[in-house]
């Protein structure tokens, strides 16, 4: 692949002796829609927080358009600018409103005066549909208000790369399809390179050009979501799908 946004390579990571990521290579192209899936604890969330530096690696390279994450705190201060995270807990700051968790980043970190982070913050609000919400606290809105909040607020932050970690997945059934609109609608983006680990397979059908297969810490198989779905190579891969897909 000529010029990826994302090249992992050889990448291991154990938490204490347990050996969670192992030997990961992982490419992927600017613009590329990935989803992962895999059986719970096979390191779906540890790889995609790798990416971040929320998670350090023990072996192997990282580099994120065009920079290393190494050590170098200025590496992982510009890498953390350039991927937005969106998480299964939201993780909005509680004791701020809806537009205040959405200008701090903008305001603190880019240092854009408070005059125009808003006025950005209210047009991804309006994008989300959740203009009108603007003024409240997170604890006053519904789970899946709450999760499109946390969009716009990594969006806010014009990343390159957007990480969705489960983002659904503590949503009551009924709010997870508004999320997921949302996050339709942003893969349909020209540009915008989007990885999520996420059981909601007609997502997966519906946007991702390849869907990876992790268990026990590696990437057991990958390919276009048809191919995966329709003809599944791997013994642990046929499982994994009979096991979600009724
Ligand atoms: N900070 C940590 N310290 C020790 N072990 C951890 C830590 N974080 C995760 N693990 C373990 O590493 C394994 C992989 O976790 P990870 O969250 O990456 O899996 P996952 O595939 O995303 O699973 P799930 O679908 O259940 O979220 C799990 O067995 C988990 O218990």
Not at 118 to 143: F, M, N, T, W
Not at 148 to 160: D, F, N, Q, S
């Amino acid at each position: 692949m000529s010029d990826p946004i994302i090249r992992m390579q050889g990448v291991n990571k154990w938490y204490g002796k347990f050996h969670v990521l192992q030997d990961i290579d992982l490419e992927v192209a600017r613009g590329e829609r990935i989803v992962i899936c895999g059986p719970s604890g096979s390191g779906k969330s540890t790889l995609i927080r790798c990416l971040n530096r929320l998670e350090e690696i023990q072996q192997g390279r990282i580099v994120i358009d065009g920079t290393e994450l190494d050590g170098d705190l200025r590496h992982v201060e510009q890498v953390r600018r350039d991927v937005g995270m969106v998480f299964q807990h939201f993780n909005l700051f509680p004791h701020l409103t809806v537009l205040e968790n959405l200008t701090l980043g903008p305001i603190w970190v880019l240092h854009r005066p408070k005059a125009e982070a808003e006025a950005v913050a209210r047009r991804y609000l309006e994008r989300v549909r959740i203009s009108e919400q603007a003024d409240k606290y997170p604890g006053q809105l519904s789970g899946g208000q709450q999760q499109r909040v946390a969009i716009a607020r990594a969006l806010c932050m014009a990343p390159k790369i957007m990480l969705f970690d489960e983002p659904t997945s503590a949503l009551d059934p009924e709010m997870v399809k508004e999320v997921l609109d949302v996050m339709v609608e942003l893969a349909g983006e020209e540009g915008m390179t989007m990885l999520s680990v996420t059981h909601e397979m007609g997502f997966a059908r519906r946007v991702a050009d390849r869907v990876i297969f992790m268990d026990g810490g590696r990437i057991v198989e990958q390919n276009t979501p048809d191919a995966f779905f329709d003809n599944p190579q791997h013994e642990r891969t046929k499982l994994f799908l009979s096991q979600i897909l009724h």
